[in-house]
């Protein structure tokens, strides 16, 4: 029979003719549905798998209204993603977590407002069943557009606008940022600055925050010490050197990314400063891309976005299943790893 077939892409009604069940029992079968004996669902399986047999995409989706696919939303400009070693490791994570458990990913950049039209349009049109979304900065208006939509959607993040009724996965950037300053007084630093993210950024806002916090319940200066990069090894780089220009006594430094803090390393051995026999350095992410090949090696802030990205999948889920998680913010846990930089 399986011969006869071999022209033709194999059928529902060639799987049940060769298991020997009903067309419906076929159909429970391969769609693991309860009331199927365990010898029916075993023919089925072995016949689809003998025919070389896979379900019509399409024409399931419109039984379930579920297309199988998953839109990964990046609210950043597609050259500043590429280049940034935590958006790749959420998209690779993403992609993985997402095919274990049988989805598609796809990947939506939206690099100015003028393409949030385009990517409402898309998602409206029932294209996939949600989307994962990473919208930081403040005055983005895709979180807004994104809440009046239909479409299930979970952010990676506190986003910069609108994060009322959202459902977020956070980290617990404050109590990261304090974790690492508080680590620098207890290694017996007293002028420490931080060379911060941009603040229209939500986490580049609570790690600064964190950080002030730690030095003014120490009692030490917070002003005119924090100098703000743009998340990158060049901007780390000229915010450090403009903190020295100001405070060349400093004997530590905080930064609010790994890269830079790969900056801030460059900028002090430009100036003859060691690490960290004269200035102490702790980054943010714990980028095992990054902190291993700095020398000195780095002491970071470690966050998991593997544990971002499985709670975020894990709470789509529930909402493209009809059910209503809570709470709708989720806040993760942050450890320092200790290394030579401090």
């Known amino acids: 029979m399986a011969s006869s077939m071999s022209a033709e892409r194999p059928t529902l009604e060639d799987v049940a003719a060769y298991a020997g069940v009903s067309r419906s029992t076929a159909s429970r079968a391969l769609n693991e549905e309860s009331y199927v004996s365990p010898r029916a669902r075993e023919a089925v399986l072995a016949a689809a798998r ?50 274990d458990g049988g989805a598609q990913m796809l990947v939506m950049f939206v690099d100015n407002r003028d393409d949030i039209p385009r990517t409402t349009r898309f998602l409206e049109g029932g294209h996939v069943d949600g989307a994962l979304v990473f919208a930081p900065h ?7 557009a994104l ?43 007293r002028n420490i600055v931080t ?14 925050l964190g ?33 020295l220009e100001r405070h060349p006594d400093l004997d530590a430094v905080f930064a609010a990314s790994d890269p830079m803090a790969a900056g801030v390393l460059q900028a002090l051995r430009a ?39 499985r709670h975020m999948i894990t709470i789509l889920q529930c909402l493209i299943a009809g059910d209503a998680p809570t709470p709708k913010r989720q806040v993760l846990p942050v450890s320092l790893a200790i290394r030579d930089s401090t």
């Open 50 to 99: 003998d025919l070389g047999y896979s379900p019509n995409q399409a024409a399931r989706s419109l039984v379930t209204k579920r297309t199988g696919a998953v839109a990964l939303i990046l609210s950043e400009p597609e050259s500043k993603v590429l280049n940034d070693p935590y958006f790749l490791m959420v998209m690779r994570e993403a992609f993985r977590a997402l095919a």
């Open 138 to 144: 403040a005055g983005d208006p895709l979180p807004t």
């Open 147 to 189: 809440k009046l939509l239909r479409v299930p959607v979970v952010f990676g993040g506190r986003p910069g606008t609108a994060s009322r009724g959202l459902y977020t996965v956070d980290y617990d950037n404050v109590g990261g940022a304090h974790l690492a300053a508080t680590h620098l007084i207890q290694r017996h630093r």
């Open 195 to 208: 060379v911060c993210g941009p603040q229209d950024h939500p986490a580049a806002q609570d790690r600064l």
């Open 211 to 243: 950080w002030q916090k730690a030095l003014a319940e120490h009692g030490m200066p917070i002003d005119d010490r924090a100098e703000s990069g743009d998340f990158t090894q060049t901007g780390g780089e000229a915010a450090m050197t403009r903190l």
């Open 271 to 309: 100036h003859g400063l060691r690490v960290p026999d004269d200035v102490a350095v702790v980054g943010f992410d714990d980028n095992p891309s990054i902190v291993h090949t700095l020398k000195p090696p780095l002491t970071s802030v470690h966050q998991e976005p593997a544990a971002q990205v």
